[in-house]
């Protein structure tokens, strides 16, 4: 299970392949909802931050247009080595670029994205207020931040997630985009009561 945790946090080699394929099927109702609450315009600027198995990056790229931008950010070199020969052409003409970076470290300038989101990485992240604080940074003023987590009461009976999983209830993720500056909705991708959350984040304009 110790092993099972470690790959879903940082996958690498064959196991880290096998599981951004697991991933991708398994998690792929998920993104599919975070991308389609993110929105993003013909010509936005987007980024998935912890892709895994690289499944919402074909969905922001199919929800742009050329003129449109899709960042994938990762940690992991093995998910990015895959991202890589599998969006070939889309690196090639430009609609996408791959960085090696994380939530708490990302490679873009302040206001640089229209949007972003992060699905089910927030487990592996120590310090949730400078990630998000990052989040918050990189999105301009009318941009949109989609943090997609899975409910902490299925997680806990999922045996691999006492290895290392930081499992927070739902209300202080929320607690902690506020702090970041952030207003928030809050909806679940489906009516069941296992059903994921989707955190639907909006820069707070400035008290005057």
Do not use: C
């Amino acid at each position: 299970m110790a092993g099972i945790a470690r790959q879903l946090g940082h996958p690498s080699g064959l196991r880290g392949r096998l599981v951004g394929v697991a991933l991708n099927r398994g998690n792929r109702g998920f993104v599919s909802a975070a991308v389609q609450a993110l929105q993003p315009d013909p010509a936005a600027v987007v980024a998935d931050v912890g892709f895994g198995g690289g499944v919402g990056l074909k969905f922001l790229l199919d929800g742009i247009g050329q003129s449109g931008r899709v960042h994938g950010v990762e940690v992991s070199e093995t998910m990015l080595s895959n991202a890589a020969r599998r969006y070939r052409r889309d690196i090639k003409a430009g609609r996408l670029a791959l960085h090696d970076g994380s939530l708490t470290e990302l490679p873009f300038a302040d206001g640089a994205l229209d949007g972003v989101l992060t699905v089910n990485t927030i487990y592996f992240v120590a310090e949730l207020d400078r990630a998000f604080t990052e989040l918050a940074r990189v999105v301009g003023s009318s941009g949109r931040i989609v943090v997609g987590v899975a409910d902490p009461e299925v997680m806990k009976r999922m045996p691999f997630t006492g290895h290392g999983f930081q499992l927070r209830p739902v209300s202080e993720v929320l607690d902690t985009l506020r702090g970041a500056g952030l207003a928030v909705e809050h909806r679940r991708i489906s009516q069941s009561d296992d059903a994921p959350h989707l955190l639907i984040a909006t820069p707070t304009p400035p008290r005057t």
